[in-house]
């Protein structure tokens, strides 16, 4: 029996070892991540007078984007589908809030062709999973399930693709009952601007209809408005992203996720992914607890920019 609880003993050691190991590794690499793209923000002004031709100029234009949204497939990834493994930043690492965290996210789209309006009608399904992979039995702590219907609308001028339009109908639980039950829906509205052909901002805002008996306060943590920005390198192998979520109130209050992807070719389908999660919210049964966490992985993400 000593020499078991020796072993146990010796086992979490080494794991916790292992998570700090980790930690300071990711740290390190987030520091000269961030000076390069100081770095690289900072120069930007003074290269002005170099004209660079974007590699997807092509589906910029008008008409060629809205043949590339007729010829699109009608099944297709909708936000990023990433796998990450990360630990906390703002405790002590343990088993507990050390974890695997994935996502898949689709779209179907539901119309062969343009509706009034110039829209297109859409299907989402996102799943967020929580695994805490540490921990005996290695359970998955909470799963969120985002289900909804939408339709989109190209934005042109000037014969240029700018942006788009979307209003959503979403619905988002955990899937459990009882006092564990955790669940909500909005009515959302978004809208994305490119700024430049590899620059984007975009926001989200949604009428929320907070049903849960055990989440009523659930908008104070989660929000209803969001607003982020996105930038990809010219040669579309670093991707940058930041995105804001307010929280109910009046103060100056975000949750925050930061995001970085390099992929090593420009004809591989997958990138390295560092997420950094900043916040309240960040899953649905601990929707209350404020969380610094950091993880990285792998992100499989749709053409050009993501959706959020």
Known sequence: MIYTLFLGNLHRKIILVICYSYQYFIMSIIYRITASIFLLLTTIPFVNGQIFEHPKQQLINADSLRAEYDKAPYFGLYK??????????????????????FQVSIQQKLT??????????YLYYTQKVFWNVLEES???????????????KPLFHKGRYIGKFSF???????????????????????GNILLENNWLIH???GIPIVDGENNKDLLKYKGIFQIGTQFMT?????????????????KPNFNIIGEIKYRFSRKADWSIFLQYYNGY???LLNYKMFKSQLRAGIVITPPMFSDY
């Open 234 to 250: 010219n040669d579309n192998r670093w991707k940058f992203g930041l995105l804001l979520v307010k929280r109910k109130d009046w």
């Open 112 to 121: 062969k062709s343009t509706l009034p309006g110039g829209t297109y009608l």
């Open 168 to 190: 959503q109908i979403e619905h988002e639980s955990n899937g459990r009952d009882s006092i564990q039950s955790r669940s909500w829906n909005k009515i959302s509205f978004g």
């Open 80 to 101: 990023d589908n990433y796998f990450i493994f990360g630990t906390s930043l703002n405790h002590k690492p343990s088993k507990e809030n050390t974890n695997v965290k």
């Open 138 to 152: 290695l359970p998955m702590k909470d799963l969120n399930f985002n289900p909804g219907i939408g339709i989109a």
């Open 203 to 205: 926001a989200k805002f």
């Open 281 to 283: 919210g960040e899953d």
